[in-house]
């Protein structure tokens, strides 16, 4: 069964730094990978989707990158924001459906 | 703009109740799903379904069902509500294809008293 785990669990940055969000999986055959973001209380929205054939994908301050045969993707900001605050998740496609870590809660402080 | 559409923000419920939590979908969307999160659980998957009228059970179905009579409406049924299913409810819609991303909605937090 794959499984998902992203390290840290927690972060706070003052802001303006750049920071690495992390995730690994444990079964490469995916499809897709997909990072989110949640906001308290409120659901999850996408930010960047990663096909398995490709190795990084960008959306302004935000990269991600793939590595398949290594289980491994990150999820770069840059120049980060007080409204980066948020809950960071990640998700592999396979089977039918996704699998989810149980994300990185990122604070932002100015 | 991607659209999924939950029926309720805000829920409360007696115990023993039927409970139906609604989600809508305007993007012609393939698979559907619902999943519950709670603190320190993350996000678990109770249900999904890849087209009408077929279900699968996801990680922790006991206790709920689901309905799928039209494409873009997936219903999650609570037969017999209890308090350990106190939970904010999401759900998210899922195209076929490789490049499509999953969309959720913006959740029901339901209390069942």
């Known amino acids: 069964k794959q499984e998902v785990t992203q390290i840290p669990a927690a972060l706070s940055v003052p802001e303006g730094e750049n920071l690495v969000l992390n995730c690994s999986f444990t079964?490469?055959?995916?499809?897709?990978l997909q990072w989110f973001r949640q906001d308290p209380g409120k659901g999850l929205t996408s930010l960047l989707l990663?096909?398995?054939?490709?190795r990084e994908q960008t959306s302004g301050r935000l990269n991600a990158s793939l590595d398949k045969s290594s289980g491994r993707s990150t999820l770069y900001i840059a120049a980060s924001q007080p409204g980066d605050s948020a809950t960071y998740l990640c998700?592999?496609?396979?089977?039918?459906?996704?699998?989810f870590g149980r994300g990185t809660q990122l604070t932002v402080w100015p | 703009d991607v659209k999924v559409t939950q029926s309720s923000r805000y829920l409360v419920k007696r115990t023993g109740e039927k409970v139906f939590l609604e989600c809508v979908q305007d993007?012609?969307?393939?698979?559907m799903f619902w999943y519950r999160q709670d603190p320190g659980l993350g996000l678990r998957l109770i249900y999904f379904?890849?087209?009408?009228?077929?279900?699968e059970k996801g990680d922790i179905p006991e206790g709920y069902s689901v309905s799928r009579e039209k494409k873009e409406r997936f219903s999650l049924i609570l037969e017999s509500a209890s308090t350990n299913q106190t939970s904010m409810y999401l759900c998210?819609?899922?195209?076929?294809?490789?490049?499509?991303?999953?969309?959720f909605g913006p959740g029901t937090r339901l209390t069942v008293l």
């Open positions: 998700a592999v496609r396979s089977l039918g459906r996704l699998y």
């Open positions: 079964d490469s055959a995916i499809y897709n």
């Open positions: 990663i096909q398995s054939s490709q």
């Open positions: 993007m012609d969307h393939e698979n």
């Open positions: 379904s890849y087209d009408v009228k077929m279900k």
């Open positions: 998210a819609s899922l195209g076929q294809a490789s490049y499509n991303e999953q969309f």
